[in-house]
């Protein structure tokens, strides 16, 4: 099983006057989707945020350039994805489902919507009871076969950065009551935060990507009977190292960091399904 992910992605609609923008725009989301796509997984998908405000006009843009290949994208829900609109009206447009997980012979592979709805204040993560259950019950069901989450807030105090204010979800969710209860391997891949880290608590993976617009890369997850092996690959196209500070430069609603790369212990690892290594 071979899943490819992209951090925070952020797609914008922008004053279309200013000289270049619209080209600029074109030519990096352009280029850093056919090289997202062109790599031959079982799914692809992106970690939330997938658009910077949730408006009609990203939606549309950013789904139109992935339609160009037939893959099996899935989008989980970030906070900016549903600033301008309800959840039930992202998910129509996009086709998305908002929670759910897939069995595979390797692994047990789930999807959470941890995204408030139109709340511009509070950017942090929540779960509600409904989804909390039905997550405790996969992993319950989920027996010793690795588990592999995906999410765009981290588990609060896991990874950098998650031991911020609104930067993980809720610390008043008890989500280690639910992990808890994994026997055996357990990866939890978020974003979110921006900056690249994994971090290793009790039998659970974090893995966490940074913001596709500062970090041009993206992760390769591939799970076979021994090991789980986690990837970065950095996206350097001229169209994209070019384009990028015209975009983020013009972009509310985003703030361009630097420091968010880390060591490679922070992109890259391997978890032995016997025993966890990196």
Same mark, same amino acid.
């Given at each position: 099983m071979k899943i490819v992910l992209i951090g925070d992605l952020h797609y914008p609609s922008f004053n279309e006057e200013i000289p270049g923008l619209v080209e600029a725009r074109a030519a990096f989301y352009g280029k850093?989707?056919?090289?997202f796509l062109e790599v031959d997984a079982?799914?692809?998908?992106?970690?939330?945020?997938?658009?910077?405000f949730g408006y009609l006009e990203e939606l549309n843009g950013?789904?139109?350039i992935l339609n160009r290949r037939d893959r099996n994208f899935i989008h989980v829900l970030g906070n900016h994805d549903l600033y301008a609109q309800p959840r039930n009206e992202v998910l129509k447009i996009?086709?998305?489902?908002?929670?759910?997980?897939?069995?595979?012979?390797?692994?047990?592979? %789930?999807? +959470? &919507?941890?995204?408030?709805?139109?709340?511009y204040e509070?950017?942090?993560g929540w779960l509600d009871e409904e989804q909390l259950a039905w997550f405790e019950h996969v992993v319950e069901d989920s027996g010793t076969k690795p588990l592999l989450v995906f999410a765009h807030h981290p588990v609060h105090n896991t990874t950098k950065r998650s031991d911020r204010e609104k930067g993980s979800i809720h610390p008043s969710i008890d989500m280690w009551k639910i992990l808890n209860q994994k026997k055996g391997v357990g990866v939890y891949f978020n974003g979110h935060?921006?900056?690249d880290s994994i971090e290793r608590k009790?039998?659970?993976t974090f893995v966490q990507l940074? %913001?596709? +617009? &500062?970090?041009?890369a993206l992760r390769v997850v591939e799970v076979n009977q021994n090991e789980i092996n986690i990837s970065a690959k950095d996206i350097l196209d001229k169209e994209i190292v070019e384009n990028a500070s015209l975009v983020y430069e013009n972009m509310e609603h985003f703030t361009h960091q630097t420091d968010v790369r880390g060591e490679d212990s922070d992109r890259e690892c391997k978890i032995s399904l016997l025993s966890v290594t990196r």
């Open positions: 850093f989707i056919e090289r079982d799914a692809h998908v992106s970690l939330g945020d997938l658009t910077n950013i789904y139109t996009t086709g998305q489902k908002r929670y759910h997980s897939i069995h595979t012979t390797e692994a047990i592979f %789930a999807f +959470l &919507d941890t995204a408030k709805e139109m709340d509070d950017w942090g935060t921006h900056i009790n039998n659970w940074s %913001a596709c +617009l &500062d970090q041009h």
